[in-house]
């Protein structure tokens, strides 16, 4: 029995370590910043990769161009452990390198401070997403005539499950990016930025080259592969830019992405109309179709049928279409300097959503959306819970619903005329967006400064804590109530609806400020729903 018992171990023991070697659900991206990472700034990044749709593989190089805050004779980069490095150069000289789990440290000749190129070779079979875009990593697919159709993931893993790079949401390449990606000679590449050259068929393969100038976050640094063909248009922006509109579709499926392309473009004008230009004139604005749900990649969003709009009375609407698109100003163009903050970017994404039923519904539909996003919030762990996160310690629904909803009560708070005005200068100030990050304390700061309110408690008591505002309505005798609270983080405007119609309040923190109420029927507060609040009728 204990001999038996043994093997068996052993065999599990075995089995489990063989499983791990191949599951990447323990990655993840960002956290505290290493020492080796921080004296680095990346410039640049190139990729140039092989794809090799029959063994599922990918070989090639990734260059990177960085400058050294301070003198070092290592460097860390981030590699998923199932690529194998061939060769590492700095500055063209060769390098030894160690490759320990997913960490690439290279033992340099001292390097001083200032600007180097390090190239790193490398191969290998990449990870497959298990559900992407959550669990990422290389979907292979196929359309239904049988050609390779193939889309890549990285955010919540990190962009290290496809190239060594500095895995940190931290530090986008300056400079941009070039792509030079080699792929079976039928099948053509969509990536982002601009399309710079497409390779003459050489041994039945052909090189696309994607060149972006922009600062992009790591996990928009990617493409996707299929038989694809290309719907144009050209839009013009607020500031009068015309920018193409390019979707990279599947060849029976053109018609569908014309339509798409329209709904792309009325959803452009609404879109900034609240947050400013579309982001990325001197590029496009792209989309390509992938067998997976879509995400948000920076001038390539992608695109899948579950994501198929649907008729709302006597226009169309996809929450995903529309999601992924906001995020080309929440996330791609304004980006937090953390995962600690990864409620920006999804909260304002999620709260397009309201913004966009505003404009095709007016309040009601502003209203309804919001109603629905409240009912999502689980209100578990509190949004912010931290710095140096990392993304597994981070997401969850409450970075969509509850950053949503705390921008909604944001709006009230401050009001229309300073709200609106400032989320747009939120994305549009030089302070934040491209080449510069963003964390909750800045949102918080750029908030107060255009509202003249100390918004620091409000921002500390809904983001970083789990609490509730509390409002109790007291009935004195019949038709007089107090209406107050004991834990408002500052004064507060509230409605309050009574017989008489709607009572504008300012609830000032502590039953002692409590403000006198005459209604005939029992206050309702805060109509509307502006706040997350619970309210303790006595
Ligand atoms: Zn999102």
Redesign the pocket.
């Known amino acids: 029995m204990r001999r038996i018992f043994l093997v068996l171990l052993s065999f599990t023991t075995y089995s489990i370590a063989h499983t791990q070697d191949r599951d990447i659900s323990y990655v993840t991206s960002g956290g505290k910043l290493k020492p080796l990472q921080s004296i680095m700034d990346i410039r640049h990044y190139t990729l140039s990769l092989e794809v090799d749709t029959m063994t599922r593989s990918i070989a090639g190089f990734a260059e990177k161009d960085f400058i050294l805050d301070k003198p070092s004779d290592s460097l860390l980069f981030d590699l998923l452990h199932f690529y194998k490095v061939t060769r590492v150069l700095i500055d063209k000289k060769q390098q030894v390198v160690n490759h320990m789990h997913d960490s690439l440290f290279i033992v340099a000749r001292p390097l001083q401070t200032g600007r180097h190129t390090v190239r790193i070779e490398y191969s290998g079979v990449p990870p497959e997403a298990v559900r992407p875009p959550w669990q990422g990593g290389f979907t292979w697919s196929h359309d239904k005539h049988g050609n390779p159709w193939i889309s890549i993931n990285t955010q919540l893993q990190g962009a290290k499950i496809l190239f060594p790079c500095k895995d940190h949401p931290s530090d986008e390449p300056n400079e941009g990016v070039d792509l030079v990606i080699t792929v079976p000679g039928n099948l053509t590449v969509a990536g982002p930025g601009i399309l710079i050259n497409t390779s003459k068929p050489r041994n039945g393969k052909r090189t696309f080259h994607w060149k972006t100038n922009y600062t992009i976050s790591n996990y928009c640094i990617l493409f996707n592969i299929a038989k694809y063909a290309v719907v144009r248009d050209t839009y013009t922006t607020i500031d009068h830019h015309k920018v193409p509109v390019e979707f990279y579709s599947l060849a029976d499926d053109t018609a569908m992405a014309a339509r798409l392309v329209k709904l792309r473009m009325r959803d452009a004008h609404i879109l900034e109309k609240y947050f400013g230009e579309y982001p990325w004139v001197k590029e496009k604005m792209g989309i390509a179709q992938v067998p997976n749900s879509g995400m948000?990649h920076q001038t390539m969003i992608t695109y899948g049928d579950t994501a198929a709009p649907i008729q709302y009375g006597n226009f169309e609407y996809s929450a995903n279409l529309l999601?992924?698109f906001a995020?080309e100003w929440w996330?791609n163009k304004v980006t937090n300097t953390d995962w600690a903050h990864f409620w920006i970017?999804?909260g304002i994404?999620?709260y397009a959503d309201a913004l966009f039923f505003r404009e095709m519904q007016g309040e009601a539909g502003y209203d309804s959306t919001m109603v629905g996003i409240k009912a999502g919030i689980r209100n578990k762990v509190p949004v912010v819970q931290g710095e140096g996160l990392t993304v597994a310690q981070t997401y969850n629904g409450d970075i969509?619903n509850k950053g949503a909803f705390f921008m909604h009560s944001l709006r009230y708070v401050v009001g229309d005329s300073v709200f609106f005005p400032a989320l747009k200068s939120l994305c549009t100030d030089v302070l934040y967006p491209y080449d510069r990050f963003l964390s909750t304390d800045d949102v918080e700061k750029h908030f107060s400064k255009a509202s003249g309110l100390a918004l620091k408690t409000y921002f500390d008591f809904f983001l970083k804590t789990t609490r509730t505002l509390d409002i109790e309505v007291r009935q004195l005798w019949p038709g007089t109530f107090l209406v107050y609270s004991d834990n408002a983080p500052m004064n507060l405007p509230l409605d309050i609806s009574t017989d008489h119609g709607i009572e504008h309040l300012e609830v000032i923190p502590g039953k002692a400020k409590a403000v006198k109420i005459k209604s005939n029927t029992w206050p309702v507060v805060d109509p509307r729903g502006w706040y997350f609040k619970r309210v303790i009728n006595y």
Do not use: W
């Open positions: 948000e999601h992924e995020h996330a970017q999804e994404a999620t969509y």
